[in-house]
């Protein structure tokens, strides 16, 4: 069974990525990709996917789509909104009628998706999530040396602290909780919290987040048998020495988790949806508009998204 991707932006680096990642997978893991094959890379052997087409390591498998105009390297256009919006759509149907066991996402420019289809979500995740009719969902981002959960997400740094309420950070940990045993294959957990404030609010001199909220519920998942370090200090949690000692790190906003990671494997790191009824991964990466077509686009991240994909379909028995 294969890995569907979707196209993501055309104007990106996505068809590229999609197209190196496919040249070094291609006798190991089947992929389908979704998207319109006059923005493949010139050159790129294609077969037209059927639901009863034989993998041939020799061609790209492409489940084609019009997205009407031509595009234009560093340049999006909302004209194609609607086809990336479908992409997404059609691979969220394929792993959900089984047809694939993951998909694997490219890069999106939402700026453009508003502009031409009023896509009405933050990102990706909130997106899936709605597909998926979950109420939420929750994004890892994982590489080797590291696995980070944000709380909060894509919201202002000044929304973060009403947003954050003891509903939101205990589904997020019972969540992740879950995706670590089922997905990563890792029977008891070791979940490292971080706290809100500098040195985690310093016993309430620096903050009471962390007093009246952060800990009362983390105290209440220690009583459910969920292994739980902190609140820690956000500061000195992401050391070699202090990863050692946990599976992952939950954040309580974007930047605090996000900043490590791509600190520590900026190409390699994969973005992860947990509590979605299928698997996602993405690159840990935008577009690279500045880069487009210009040859210089790494896939490194790709590689190790659809990697990660096929792992986790492999630690859920699908495959």
Not at 51 to 65: F, G, S
Not at 93 to 122: E, N, R, W
Not at 157 to 171: G, I, K
Not at 186 to 195: E, F, L
Request: charged fraction near 20%.
């Amino acid at each position: 069974m294969a890995i569907a991707l979707s196209c993501g932006e055309p104007a990106g680096i996505g068809p590229e990525i999609a197209v190196a990642a496919w040249q070094a997978l291609r006798h190991d893991i089947p992929l389908i990709w979704i998207g319109d094959p006059a923005h493949l890379p010139a050159g790129t052997p294609v077969q037209d996917y059927t639901a009863t087409a034989r993998h041939d390591p020799n061609r790209l498998m492409v489940r084609a789509l019009d997205l009407k105009t031509p595009r234009t390297h560093g340049r999006p256009d909302p004209a194609h909104a609607p086809g990336i919006i479908r992409a997404i759509e059609l691979g969220v149907q394929m792993v959900s009628d089984g047809a694939t066991h993951a998909i694997c996402t490219a890069p999106i420019h939402k700026a453009a998706l508003i502009d031409g289809a009023d896509f009405a979500y933050p990102g990706h995740t909130e997106f899936l999530a709605h597909l998926a009719g979950s109420d939420r969902a929750v994004m890892m981002l994982a590489c080797d040396m590291l696995r980070v959960v944000p709380t909060t997400i894509h919201i202002a740094l000044s929304e973060v602290p009403r947003a954050l309420t003891p509903d939101l950070l205990r589904d997020t940990i019972r969540t992740t909780h879950s995706a670590l045993i089922q997905d990563f294959g890792i029977a008891t957990p070791r979940i490292a919290v971080a706290g809100l404030n500098p040195h985690a609010g310093e016993d309430g001199k620096m903050g009471r987040e962390e007093l009246e909220m952060i800990t009362p519920v983390l105290d209440a998942l220690r009583g459910e048998g969920i292994t739980v370090l902190g609140p820690m200090s956000a500061d000195t949690m992401f050391h070699a020495g202090a990863r050692a000692a946990y599976d992952v790190a939950v954040c309580m906003y974007h930047d605090q988790a996000l900043i490590p990671i791509k600190t520590l494997d900026f190409s390699g790191g994969v973005n992860v949806t947990l509590g979605l009824p299928f698997i996602r991964t993405s690159p840990d990466h935008g577009t690279a508009f500045d880069i487009a077509g210009t040859g210089k686009a790494d896939p490194t991240s790709m590689i190790a998204a659809i990697k990660m994909a096929h792992d986790m379909a492999q630690a859920r028995g699908l495959i």
